[in-house]
């Protein structure tokens, strides 16, 4: 069993309005220094997979077909063996 955990983000060329906002926020509210602002996802799902690799081209697979629109976001992920206790 394995531990995915998934970032979502625009590709850069996309405009991030929702990460705009967020920055015009946090200048209003005085952080100034602030800049590139961008809004994306983080995901945690559980792959019971034999191995790392068959756990990552599952992920992968889930990405790439579901959670991430492959013409706007980009993605990344890690995978970590879970232990017997942490399974549940």
């Given at each position: 069993m394995y531990k995915a955990t998934i970032t979502i983000t625009l590709r850069p060329?996309?405009?991030d309005p929702e990460?705009?906002?967020v920055e015009q926020s946090l200048h209003?509210?005085?952080y100034e220094n602030?800049?590139?602002v961008?809004?994306?996802k983080h995901?945690?799902?559980k792959v019971d997979a034999e191995t790392e690799e068959k756990a990552g081209e599952t992920v992968d697979s889930v990405?790439?077909?579901?959670l991430a629109n492959p013409v706007m976001e980009d993605y990344s992920l890690t995978l970590t063996k879970?232990?017997?206790a942490e399974k549940e």
């Open positions: 060329s996309i405009l990460g705009k906002t209003q509210l005085g602030v800049r590139h961008r809004i994306g995901i945690e799902l990405c790439s077909r579901l879970i232990e017997k």
